[in-house]
């Protein structure tokens, strides 16, 4: 089954969107054994309420070599849960070092189900991220319009809407109800999300910044085809620091957010 298929598979018959982000911050841990038991606790934990999980490369690259032993590690762990991994590494270079960046992070012994890839160095470089996505039926997710408020520096004057229309263009090219190439609109421009999501009709839309950069469930419905299917609300300090390392609010935060996502759209 593609990610594709697979995220929307549990969107309808486990009634979630949720994507749990997993940022797991050094300075938050004793040491490299305690981060690691805490964060597949929280993976282990917060599993049923989510659609997919999205660790985001930058910790895991951080902690060196040990850091990709345990993003392995947790990629296996989340495929014996049953959940689609999203790597957040926002990759994107000219086409021999992009063709490298998707075979190590689409194909290679690290690889996720998704990666989330950065289109400022042209459309064409995102054609060797495609064509890996494509090859195992995994996807790629866009930067369209990211969460942070300085975006608009570089993505404003109609460039996110440029990019939003070369999604849908690549994607046009698939089968299936939702194609492997998706996009990222932060959960923080809700005023945007009717348009992106006519934009890119067949994308899945992920959406991060849903709690600590202030992002809301109930605003998040526009980026939904009916049905409640079509994209991906993400939180990942919200959900694995929900109050301090307890894994029992981890687990009570995806659960609350699961919940939310599902009123806004339900
Ligand atoms: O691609 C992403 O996931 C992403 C895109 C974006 O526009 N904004 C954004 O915050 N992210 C990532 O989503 C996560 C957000 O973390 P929280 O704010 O703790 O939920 C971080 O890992 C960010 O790198």
Not at 14 to 33: F, Q, S
Not at 93 to 118: M, Q
Not at 252 to 260: G, I, N, P, S, T
Request: glycine letters at 10%; proline letters at 5%; charged letters at 20%.
């Amino acid at each position: 089954m593609t990610f594709a298929a697979a995220v929307t598979d549990r969107t309808r018959h486990l009634r979630t969107r949720l994507c749990v982000g997993l940022d797991p911050r050094a300075d938050a841990y004793r040491d490299l054994a305690h981060l690691r038991e805490h964060t597949l606790d929280v993976l282990e934990a917060t599993a049923p309420f989510a659609a997919c999980v999205k660790p985001q490369l930058a910790f895991f690259e951080a902690l060196g070599v040990p850091g990709l032993t345990l993003l392995e590690e947790v990629c296996a762990a989340a495929r014996l849960l049953g959940l689609p991994v999203i790597l957040d590494g926002k990759r994107g270079d000219i086409g021999s070092t992009a063709s490298a960046y998707a075979r190590g992070w689409l194909t290679g012994p690290h690889a996720g189900d998704a990666l989330t890839v950065n289109p400022f160095l042209g459309f064409g470089t995102l054609t060797p991220f495609v064509e890996a996505a494509r090859a195992n039926g995994g996807a790629i997710f866009v930067l369209v319009k990211t969460s942070n408020p300085d975006q608009a520096d570089v993505q404003g004057q109609g460039v996110s809407e440029r990019v939003a229309v070369e999604v849908a263009r690549l994607g046009a090219e698939e089968e299936g109800e939702y194609a492997g190439v998706g996009a990222v609109v932060g959960a923080t421009h809700p005023q945007d999300l009717a348009l992106f999501r006519s934009l890119m009709p067949r994308a899945l839309l992920l959406l991060p910044g849903l709690g600590a950069q202030g992002g809301t469930a109930a605003a998040l419905a526009p980026a939904f085809h009916p049905g409640g299917t079509g994209a991906l609300a993400s939180a990942s300090r919200a959900v694995q620091y929900a109050s301090g390392l307890s894994v029992a609010a981890s687990r009570e935060a995806a659960r609350r957010l699961r919940d939310e996502l599902n009123a806004a759209l339900e």
